[in-house]
């Protein structure tokens, strides 16, 4: 009986310590998604690759030169429906505002606009998955859009290199 009662215990600790982590970056997120309301992109047809359906909150980068992926799309055949490939670039902003860049496709320049697709909240780091509003012209006269990831410490303030620069409610 006592072995009973002492795994009976044990199972409702090991519930509710991780019922009480699970939801401990809920608040977090929830207050990020008021902030930050999501954008849609249109992908299904060729023409209109990237075209911003759903317009959320419009952020202005504030870095020069911040890499970005082109965006691109797959089908499995012609019947199929076409899905945005989640490949970003990453820009890590550490807490003391140095910043760390993967390789992209694309340069962005200081006053880009950009939107957010999603917001992810970890214990250890604020990511943002970002779109330019507008395509971005290349340097062979072509135009696409690209993808960014911005990585944050928790602690760091995210509007000073990415002010809001309108909403949507």
Same mark, same amino acid.
């Given at each position: 009986?006592?072995?009973?009662?002492?795994?009976?215990?044990?199972?409702?600790?090991?519930?509710?310590?991780?019922?009480?982590?699970?939801?401990?970056?809920?608040?977090?997120?929830?207050?990020?998604?008021?902030?930050?309301?999501?954008? #849609?992109?249109?992908?299904?047809? @060729? $023409?209109?690759?990237?075209? +911003?359906?759903?317009? &959320? *909150?419009? %952020? =202005?980068?504030?870095?020069?030169?911040?890499?970005?992926?082109?965006?691109?799309?797959?089908?499995?055949?012609?019947?199929?429906?076409?899905?945005?490939?989640?490949?970003?670039?990453?820009?890590?902003?550490? #807490?003391?505002?140095?910043?760390? @860049? $993967?390789?992209?496709?694309? +340069?962005?320049?200081? &006053? *880009?606009? %950009? =939107?957010?697709?999603?917001?992810?909240?970890?214990?250890?780091?604020?990511?943002?998955?970002?779109?330019?509003?507008?395509?971005?012209?290349?340097?062979?006269?072509?135009?696409?859009?690209?993808?960014?990831?911005?990585?944050?410490?928790?602690?760091?303030?995210?509007?000073?290199?990415?002010?809001?620069?309108?909403?949507?409610?």
């Amino acid at each position: 009986m006592y072995r009973i009662m002492l795994f009976l215990f044990a199972a409702t600790m090991a519930f509710v310590m991780s019922a009480a982590t699970g939801y401990a970056s809920s608040p977090d997120r929830k207050t990020l998604l008021e902030r930050f309301k999501l954008s #849609r992109i249109d992908g299904p047809s @060729a $023409s209109a690759d990237g075209h +911003v359906t759903k317009k &959320g *909150t419009v %952020l =202005v980068l504030e870095a020069d030169a911040i890499p970005a992926k082109e965006l691109r799309f797959v089908q499995a055949n012609t019947k199929s429906p076409r899905f945005h490939v989640p490949d970003y670039a990453r820009v890590a902003v550490g #807490r003391e505002g140095q910043l760390t @860049a $993967s390789p992209g496709d694309i +340069v962005l320049p200081r &006053g *880009t606009r %950009l =939107v957010v697709l999603d917001v992810k909240v970890d214990s250890d780091r604020v990511r943002l998955l970002t779109h330019t509003l507008e395509p971005v012209r290349l340097p062979d006269g072509k135009a696409v859009y690209g993808c960014t990831e911005f990585v944050f410490d928790p602690s760091t303030r995210i509007d000073r290199w990415l002010p809001v620069a309108s909403a949507t409610s």
